[in-house]
């Protein structure tokens, strides 16, 4: 590295910069190339089913006319996306609920992604991040150059730093970013919830069931390199939200509980 020009050192940083943003932009882009190929269920009763469940929620995010599709996707794991104006849960999610109010707190909080805008906003700012990153990477290559010229070494081991801190800031600036978002969804999923007469303890029970399976698994996770909340953090953020709707202990309605059974 001491030895090479200034123009290959900054190509190379170049080419750093694009590099170090590849997991960020594979987290953003992943869920629409996993919505050209995923494996869909058709079944005209549940689709009717999860309608009902969308309609009065979709009416409250003020998504009512604005065809949104539901899309059912053959996977036994709990969860759900959305990409553009359509919204994916997994067959795994409705199969595991024991009621239509956590599919419903689901949809919602899918639906304040939509009605948040948070498609459009994280594509911003993964712009803004891959220039951060070039700056970055641009002023360690000036700092390589420096040390290739002086023959310091500590100065381009310096230089190098700075390439390589600049990446990882901005992949950390991204996952960050993103679990704002999530905690945003999360609290506009109570809002609308509560604009239909409905309880956010399905919510609840979801995240409860999702920080179950991570104590059981025995992983450790680095809350700073992920793009959801921790579920102990979902948790924390509404639980007193819940409790002090009107609606906490509003049951679904028996037909509705009928249906989902």
């Known amino acids: 590295m001491l030895s090479r020009p200034r123009s290959t050192i900054a190509q190379a940083a170049r080419v750093f910069a694009t590099l170090s943003l590849g997991v960020a932009v594979a987290m953003a882009s992943s869920v629409s190339a996993f919505a050209q190929n995923v494996p869909v269920v058709r079944d005209a009763e549940i689709e009717a089913l999860v309608r009902d469940y969308a309609r009065p929620i979709f009416r409250a995010a003020g998504l009512a006319n604005d065809g949104i599709d539901i899309v059912l996707v053959n996977d036994q794991s709990f969860n759900a996306f959305v990409t553009g104006r359509r919204l994916f849960i997994n067959t795994g999610a409705l199969m595991t609920a024991e009621t239509p109010n956590e599919i419903i707190g689901v949809i919602a909080h899918e639906a304040g992604h939509i009605a948040g805008g948070h498609q459009q906003k994280l594509r911003d700012q993964l712009e803004r991040a891959k220039t951060m990153a070039i700056i970055a990477t641009l002023l360690g290559a000036g700092a390589m150059v420096a040390g290739a010229t002086t023959n310091s070494r500590g100065l381009a081991g310096a230089g190098m730093g700075v390439a390589a801190g600049g990446g990882e800031m901005a992949q950390r600036s991204i996952l960050a970013y993103q679990r704002?978002?999530?905690?945003?969804?999360?609290?506009?999923?109570?809002?609308?919830?509560?604009?239909?007469?409905?309880?956010?303890?399905?919510?609840?029970?979801?995240?409860?069931?999702?920080?179950?399976?991570?104590?059981?698994?025995?992983?450790?996770?680095?809350?700073?390199?992920?793009?959801?909340?921790?579920?102990?953090?979902?948790?924390?953020?509404?639980?007193v939200l819940v409790k002090q709707s009107p609606n906490v202990d509003r049951p679904d309605p028996p037909a509705l509980q009928q249906r989902h059974d």
Not at 184 to 205: E, F, H, V
Not at 208 to 224: K, M, N
């Open 180 to 239: 704002t978002e999530e905690m945003t969804a999360d609290r506009s999923a109570i809002t609308y919830l509560n604009a239909t007469g409905q309880s956010g303890m399905g919510m609840l029970k979801t995240f409860h069931r999702f920080q179950t399976a991570l104590s059981l698994s025995g992983a450790q996770v680095d809350p700073y390199r992920i793009s959801h909340p921790m579920p102990r953090d979902r948790i924390s953020n509404l639980e």
